[in-house]
Each structure stands twice: as structure tokens, then as C-alpha cells.
């Protein structure tokens, strides 16, 4: 017996207004992470974080799934007013953040118990804590830097 989740169209959408807590009626939300890169639009300086959050809002309706996608910006800790920075996330990184993605999407939606299979990502050496005043997902509330990911 076909799974139906592999007759149903899903269509992957990035929203930057999307709030993690701010999800409409009738859609679920969820948040992924992975390891990602930034870069400073103001002195150009880089840097890495393993504690990069996507939020996710997904809804599966009459056979159509759409999911809503927000990746969280952090800011050069060097620079004054620096603005938020998107991350770059490598291709590596992306494939596994699809596949935890299409994990929560089967439980969620199709409320299938897949256990806790979550797939680690490609994790960066870095020499620096994380700093949650230049962390957007801190900042909401949805970087619990007390837990590992």
C-alpha cells in the first residue's frame, strides 16, 4: 500500500515574516536545525554557528502540503548596529535539514510515529561560544542554548 504522503504535492515556500509562535489555524509548526555560515554585510568578517534554527509552519489540505520556512539571522559581534545576517547553509547541510524536515512533515501531518531519527548534521569547529545577544533565535525565544542539538 502507497504511504499518502507520496500522492500529495508539497511546495517548500521561505516567508521572512514567518514567527516561530505565530502560526495560522490549521498549521502546524516545528523547528529544524543545522550548522551554517554567516558573513558581516558591514566589515565582511565570517563566521559559523551549530545552532542555526529554521522555523517551519506546514499544513496539508486537500491534498495540496505547503511549508513555510524562516531561517534565523544572527549579527557580527564586532560590528555596532550590525545588521541580522541570513546564513549560508552548505549543500550537505541542506540535504539533511530536508530529510528532518520531511521527517516532522510525517508526523505532524500524517501523524506517523517515526521514533527520534532525527539525521545530525555537518557540525563546524568552532572556537567561539554561542552569543545569544547576536542570535534572532534567542532573541524569540527558540534557541535553548541549554540543550545540546
Known amino acids: 500500500m502507497a504511504h499518502p504522503e507520496w500522492t500529495h504535492c508539497w511546495r517548500l515556500e521561505f516567508d521572512e515574516s514567518l514567527k516561530h509562535d505565530c502560526q495560522k489555524p490549521g498549521w502546524k509548526k516545528c523547528i529544524v536545525s543545522t550548522g551554517a555560515r554567516y ?37 557580527c559581534k564586532k560590528c555596532g548596529d550590525a545588521p541580522m545576517e541570513k546564513p549560508s547553509i552548505d549543500s550537505e547541510n541542506i540535504k539533511i535539514l530536508m530529510k528532518n524536515l520531511v521527517e516532522k512533515i510525517r508526523i505532524k501531518c500524517y501523524n506517523e510515529d517515526v521514533g527520534k531519527r532525527s539525521k545530525p548534521f555537518r557540525r563546524f569547529d568552532g572556537q567561539s561560544p554561542h552569543e545569544p545577544a547576536h542570535c534572532e533565535a534567542c532573541m524569540q525565544g527558540v534557541c535553548p542554548r541549554s540543550q545540546p542539538f
Open 39 to 75: 558573513k558581516c554585510t558591514t566589515c565582511g568578517r565570517g563566521w559559523s554557528s551549530n545552532k542555526v534554527r529554521v522555523a517551519c509552519h506546514m499544513r496539508l489540505s486537500s491534498g495540496q502540503g505547503v511549508v513555510k520556512v524562516r531561517p534565523f539571522c544572527q549579527n
